[in-house]
């Protein structure tokens, strides 16, 4: 409830507050708190805030995980009377989330499936010949550096081998999701390692059961643990933890590859080192990935940072189980499956599907991408550690996040006869992971039509409905028509209409073409909906703007005349008998109740005409179960005829397919028409292509309406043309515009900008900066995603009320340069001094009015800053007393436009000349007699060797009087003999130590080239 402001709330900022939460105003509007009691479970969703009915949006974390924050500018937030935490796509915590029932919820799920399904002779979940050996490891919970965080985390898997199997073993590798890393005791403030008393929760032991199928049928399993990336991506990630699971993924491939050259040496601190029998064991180049929930966003995005490694593994194939995808990650040249639980409360609007949209013909490759629609199966009862009843801590059924009760007829553990319990799904999820391996590393062919499109499945399986959509290799497949061209004309005739659509209307930047889904809501719509989307006040801080999965919306009105359809084949005909099926995928659109039909009509060179019935092969026009969110789903779903079935026309002369509405009102979406050669997985690739990144931008407020300009670049030259779309993510009361826009590089291109507007005020704020999300995906053609998120800063320029400015940003200059360019030059003079001696800095190629620190190296020592006033720089610094003797480097740092410039310096003590006619040994160095001995105890001064600079004012204050600024620059500061006597500036100092460790500070790339273990 709303509790009166205090006097000392008003001092601090405070413009609202209840029991447990705060309202302060800072750059850009205000800053919503919430305190929590306890942390929240961890799950692959994303926390939100709301006050009273107002989505503030995606909030962050802390990391004691007892406060969640967002920012609004929204000058009604100031009249709330209460903050409620949700989650996102759940709508409004204060109002219920329980799902209608209707009569018609278990009518296509009741109902047997139209064509019948193929009985599959094998099982691929039974056991091998090999007896299975475990050899795991752990290095320790601080043993690897986390990609983005800062922070380290633990190096710990389960090995999974087969005794007795010889030679170079294919290896999958296991990535948990996010879930609670920690029970019971003390919590960490730091939120990693568990707190001493605390028990960690094992999630990468949840998959032990199909690790061991595949282990005894001959595989290298290695399940990996990622509980630190779970403790920490709720506050430190900028990508929900994306990046960091895929390194993870890439640091233990890396260690894998060391143990089996035989050449890893476990850490001396290792609390289980890594086994030396892994020797000559593990065939690298024969590679497959599992992950589940934001683990299965983990792989993808390890799939694309693979291409960026020196010597590539060969990942041949991915299987992402419930997956998320809020980076939309399009992956090129790899097989993938993605298994879509259709109960899933976590992941609810099932985003594995965009996996499958987004890369189908987004490259020039072969491989088959298929996604597995599992009805009755939840989020969580794919691993063992997540399930009630196997595991004793935070575990749950989290379908109950939409029926509390678990009444719902479709989903409802308590009612529903198709919601498949744990061990049935854990058999599913078994079976699937052991299949899909063994077909895609182990040529196993007799399970390929578990992912063709078949639908084919194990006898022992039988009590699973699951549906399977196939986009087949190329080499395979005569694309008809993918529906995806605006502007393309068809031969419409009666009652209908058509057009190109794509997305949901729900998205926050509006969309090009008109919309695919209209009044469902995001997670009804897997093809369509982005996470995020529910609102247009949503401020999702990934990619809710994308457009997604292009289709062809053909509607129809009953009458005597039914509309038609006509799809002219590419080339005016095609000889349809060099293929052995005709597949399309299709759905009921959202005005359909129950179901719809369609007849299916090949036309050849003579006009005559050959016609089949749509519902007889298959379910796919029967409205999916369900009726409220999010179930009732519209998803594409594929129809496979058999050529031969289209009887009495010439097959090697079709020049045109038809689609025939019935008579009735409706309409269909339609995607992915084509004529398929049997089934294959095609042929997996390592991608060369060049990576595509977006850069951090910072530049002042300013009073009024400005543009930015937000560069993004290639890693180099395209060689074709490569799209993608770059999100400048922005929400209701935002300071920036919200921008989504497709970016074009032509080949021999390597970077653009996009202009994103802004607007400034003339108040004064609590804080110095304000922070916006941009990124770039949906990559296609030549490229693939690189370092893909950025921050777009707006530094506050009419002062900072509580805390302290940051520096001088300066006018952004060209953005490509600034982020791809050349560095500055940098000149040193003299090129070599001894401790206490002056020179001069000068620099140049920075922005006109930023701040430009200085710093000398090895060790770390901030020599000051100044503000350029025409791109160019001048310091004069004394060499530090205490510098050591040997090469050094001066490194000039622009903090707006992040630029470096460097110049190397010798720190050395110019010798004496030796008197050739001294009597004694002039070479003797304990000469008594020699007035210039080192060790000589009468001797005035010390010219040794030594690191001792011989300096005779050590203690007096410095005089940055000295420093000059040659170009007109404004000195901030300049200290002269380090960082005993230095004034030194705090941004500076810490820059300093966050480049020592090797992190960059903001406006340095934050993706390191690589990563040590150990």
Known sequence: MFVALPASAAETGVVAEGDDWTITEVAGGYEVVKTLDEPLEITADVPTLWADDLDLGFATESLDGLTLSATTADPEVVSTDDVLQGWAGQGNPSESVDVDVDTFAMKSLLAPLAAEVPELAADPSAMGDYAVERLDYDLGDEAVELSGFDRL????????????????????????????????????????????????????????????????????????????????DGSLSDDTGALARGQLVIDHLDLL???????????????????????????????????????????????????????????????????????????????????????????????????????????????????????????????????PGLYPYNVSDDWGIYDRSQTDATCGSTVSDTRLDAAEQYAVGNAYMAAFFRLTLGGADEFLPMFDGTDAKP?????????VSATQPASTRFDIDNFDVPGTTYDLRGSGT??????????????????????????????????????????????????????????????????????????????????????????????????????????????????VVASEYGDALTVL?????????????????????????????????????????????????????????????????????????????????????????????AEETSTMYFSAVSFASAKIAGVVQQVTFAPGETCTAVEVPYTGDTEESSSATTNYTANVATTAGGVTIGDSFAWITLREDDGVTDGTPVPEVGVQGDPCLEATGAPGTLTVSPASAAPGDT?????????????????????????????????????????PDDAELGEHEFVAAGYGSGSESTSAFTVAIEEEPVDPTDPVDPTDPVDPTDPTDPVDPDSGTDSGSGTDSGSTDTDTDTDTDGATASDGSSVSSLPVTGLDTGIVMGWAALASILIAVGVGALMIRRQRAGHDVG
């Open 459 to 467: 006898a022992d399986l039988d009590f699973a409905d699951i549906r």
């Open 153 to 232: 985390g633990e190096m710990r898997a389960a090995v999974f081998m087969p005794e007795g199997a010889t030679g170079e073993l294919p290896v999958v590798v296991f990535l948990h999701g996010r879930h609670s890393t920690c029970a019971n005791g003390t919590r960490n403030p730091l939120a990693w390692p568990c707190g001493e008393d605390q028990d960690e929760i094992p999630s990468y032991l949840g998959y032990n059961d199909a690790a061991e199928i595949l282990a005894s049928q001959g595989y290298a399993v290695v399940s990996v643990s990622a509980n630190a990336v779970n403790a920490l």
């Open 498 to 611: 058509y057009v190109t659509c794509e997305g949901i209307s729900s998205t926050p930047v509006p969309g090009v073409l008109p919309y695919c889904i209209n009044e469902l809501g995001f997670a009804q719509a897997p093809d369509w909906g982005n996470a995020g989307s529910v609102t247009r006040t949503s401020s999702n801080p990934k990619t809710p703007g994308v457009p997604s999965t292009t289709a062809m919306h053909f509607t129809y009105t009953s009458s005597s005349n039914p509309a038609e359809l006509g799809v002219t084949v590419p080339g005016g005909s095609v000889d349809a008998t060099a293929f052995e099926n005709l597949s399309l995928r299709i759905s009921p659109d959202e005005t359909v109740a129950t179901s719809t039909e369609i007849t299916i009509q090949l036309v050849d060179g003579s006009g005559a005409k050959a016609s």
């Open 839 to 879: 020179v001069t800095v000068t620099g140049s190629g920075f922005r006109t009015g930023e701040s430009v620190s200085l710093t000398m190296y090895s060790d770390p020592v901030d020599l000051g800053s100044v503000v350029s006033n025409d791109g160019s720089v001048s310091f004069t610094a004394i060499v």
């Open 257 to 387: 590859r060391d143990a089996n050259a035989g050449t890893f040496v476990s850490p001396d601190d290792a609390v289980v080192p890594v086994s030396a029998s892994l020797a000559g064991r593990l065939d690298l180049d024969n590679v497959g990935l599992m992950g589940h929930s934001r683990g299965g966003e983990g792989i993808m995005r390890a799939a694309v940072l693979n291409a960026e490694q020196d010597e590539p593994f060969g990942i041949n194939s991915v299987l992402p189980i419930a997956p998320t995808s809020y980076s939309r990650i399009a992956v090129p040249g790899v097989i993938t499956a993605t298994l879509l639980p259709y109960c899933d409360g976590d992941v609810e609007d099932q985003m594995g599907q965009k996996y499958i949209n987004d890369s189908r013909h987004s490259y020039d490759d072969d491989v088959l991408r298929s996604s597995v629609l599992i009805m009755g199966t939840n989020h969580n009862y794919f691993n063992t550690i997540w399930t």
């Open 625 to 717: 179960p369900g009726s409220g969110n999010p179930l009732r789903k519209v998803l594409l779903q594929q129809i496979t005829i058999p050529v031969g079935d289209f009887t009495g026309i010439d097959l090697t002369d079709v020049r045109q397919v038809r689609f025939i509405a019935p008579d009735e009102d409706g309409g269909v979406m339609l995607s992915d028409l084509a004529l398929l050669e049997p089934a294959s997985i095609g042929t997996a690739e390592v991608s060369t292509r060049p990576v595509v990144s977006v850069g951090d931008v910072i530049v002042d407020e300013g009073a009024g309406p400005s543009t930015l300009q937000v560069p993004i670049y290639l890693s180099r030259p």
